[in-house]
Nanobody
Framework: VQLQACGGGLVQPGGSLRLSCAASGSIFSMNRQGWYRQAPGKQRELVASFTSGSSTNYADSVKGRFTISRDNAKNTVYLQMNRLKPEDTAIYYC???????????????WGQGTQVTVSS
């Protein structure tokens, strides 16, 4: 199973970006998809995620600006980021729990990361 994240780039403050993370490989089911980020010199932090019950969680710093969504048919999770700020600059990673077969166990997978830079 591989998670491929894309959509990062350079954007001016106040701008928008949409990140995508597509999962490929042997996938029976996915759950608790999420986005994390890591800025230089800082620890990786949760940005947004789905819970096992399909509710959503957001970091306080992005509430009202970022929206997580998913397309289960495409095994893809998205992060719409609006009103971006310089402090949103980081490498963004996607994460998901994946069950590879009906009777298998849930396993944790990470994407490779995509750089988001917010600067004028």
């Amino acid at each position: 199973v591989q998670l491929q994240a894309c959509g990062g780039g350079l954007v001016q403050p106040g701008g928008s970006l949409r990140l995508s993370c597509a999962a490929s490989g042997s996938i029976f089911s996915m759950n608790r998809q999420g986005w994390y980020r890591q800025a230089p010199g800082k620890q990786r932090e949760l940005v947004a995620s789905f819970t096992s019950g399909s509710s959503t969680n957001y970091a306080d710093s992005v509430k009202g600006r970022f929206t997580i969504s998913r397309d289960n048919a495409k095994n893809t999770v998205y992060l719409q980021m609006n009103r971006l700020k310089p402090e949103d600059t980081a490498i963004y990673y996607c994460n998901a729990d994946v069950k590879m077969t009906r009777w298998g166990t849930w396993r944790d997978f990470w994407g490779q990361g995509t750089q988001v830079t917010v600067s004028s």
